[in-house]
């Protein structure tokens, strides 16, 4: 049995005991309050597995590759290149990021779609195996998506409890040692607190269910990046989120220590005309999470969310100029995939300069993760936004 953690789970309640019990006939004794403590224990068998998982995936110069997009999603990037979005040609394109030599240097774990964490490869290897000789860490994306939420203000929340034990040992089995639950949270919507405490329950319902059946849940609630506000209001949100989902994280006795975050970069909205420098961006992001996030949680590793390549790594660069309480890194689909997807093309011919791409890319994070990034040299396209408005992943 593992090691029992309290920290996260532990309740103090007041409770009245002894000698208030009233017998008939006897004269009534003052009830004398007592303090008592009650624990809720965790006491979960993957507990040790789960910390060194985190610290794993969260070890210095070292983030996490997110190629968890669905099979609709995979479909837009394969369409950016003109490729048809059919099985063979999701399982070329997986196949490329997860056979990619050396890899393993930069990333530690990838976040995989269903269909390839049970895929293999064209000449018959399993993904996760690709994965695992590369010594990167196979994740699952477990939610089933976003929905409309009724009686919020066209906001949505997040599917795929039900059932999700059942699921989540089934991809422990397959070898997936991590996982990933994404909902959203708009600042042009509201938000409404109807909305964000929808987003910070089920996250903590999908974290409790994660650690009991031994993958390391990464808690993503994505403030997204469209409208036209400014970085204060962004940072106002995010404290507001992030108070919620740790509250219930505690409620649902997560175990700090075995998860990892996924926050969005505080940052202007998409369209306001005021921009920030990557200096602005680090000072407000790491404020909020001071502000939020308890040390005992190993890692921070930060969305893309539509940010350029060479932003978003410029970035986390700045955020990583002096030590701070976690590991604070990236787990990137779009600043890590763009230049790969365009250099690729889907041509055979391809293939070896768009591995390469892909290592340009990790390694630049991996300095960003050390702080020791520069951004000279960088190709015009690594600096292109990658916003959508209203994207869905
Ligand atoms: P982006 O880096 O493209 O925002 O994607 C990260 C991700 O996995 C969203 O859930």
């Keep these: 049995m593992a090691a029992v953690a309290m920290s996260a789970g532990m309740a103090l309640k007041s409770s009245f005991c002894g000698a208030a019990v009233q017998q008939s006939g006897a004269t009534a004794v003052a009830a004398k309050p007592q303090r008592v403590a009650m624990f809720a224990v965790r006491a979960g068998g993957y507990d040790e597995e789960l910390v060194k998982t985190a610290k794993t995936i969260a070890s210095p110069g070292r983030g996490i590759l997110a190629i968890d997009e669905s099979n609709a999603t995979c479909g837009k990037r394969l369409a950016s290149i003109g490729l048809e979005n059919n099985e063979v040609n999701r399982q070329a394109y997986r196949q490329l990021l997860c056979t990619t030599p050396g890899l393993g240097e930069y990333i530690s774990g990838a976040i995989m779609f269903e269909e390839t964490l049970y895929q293999s490869t064209s000449d018959g290897k399993l993904m996760v195996d690709c994965l ?24 949505s929340w997040c599917q795929g409890l039900d059932g999700l034990a059942s699921r989540t040992a089934a991809y422990y089995k397959q070898g997936a040692r991590f996982a990933k639950w994404r909902t959203v949270v708009s600042i042009p919507n509201g938000p409404s607190d109807l909305a964000i405490t929808e987003a910070a329950w089920g996250l903590a319902r999908y974290a409790a269910i994660c650690q009991d059946t031994g993958l390391v849940p990464i808690v993503e609630p994505e403030v997204l990046l469209d409208g036209s506000h400014g970085i204060d209001r962004t940072l106002e949100v995010a404290e507001k989120v992030w108070s919620k989902v740790f509250y219930f994280l505690a409620e649902n006795n997560v175990m700090f220590e075995g998860i990892l975050l996924k926050p969005s970069m505080v940052t202007p909205g998409a369209e306001c ?15 909020m999470l001071k502000r939020r996030v308890p040390p005992a949680v190993p890692g921070i590793m930060f969305l893309s969310g539509g940010q350029s390549e060479v932003e978003a790594t410029l970035n986390l660069n700045a955020m990583n100029q002096s030590p701070n309480p976690w590991h604070v890194s990236f787990s990137y689909a779009r600043a890590l995939q763009n230049s790969v997807l365009k250099t ?50």
């Excluded at 005309?273 to 404020?287: I, N, S, W």
């Excluded at 391809?350 to 040299?377: D, F, M, P, T, W």
Aim: aromatic share 6%; charged share 30%; net charge positive.
């Design 273 to 287: 005309p005021e921009r920030a420098t990557p200096e602005q961006v680090a000072e407000y992001t790491l404020r």
């Design 344 to 393: 690729w093309k889907g041509q055979p011919e391809n293939l070896e300069a768009a591995k390469k791409a892909l290592l340009v890319r990790a390694k630049a994070n991996s300095l960003a993760q050390l702080g020791k990034y520069s951004a000279e040299g960088e190709a015009k396209e690594a600096k292109e936004g990658m916003f959508v408005k209203g994207y869905t992943y």
């Design 132 to 155: 695992k000789e590369g010594g990167i860490l196979p994740g699952i994306k477990v939610d089933k998506g976003l929905v409309p939420l009724p009686g919020s203000n066209d906001e």
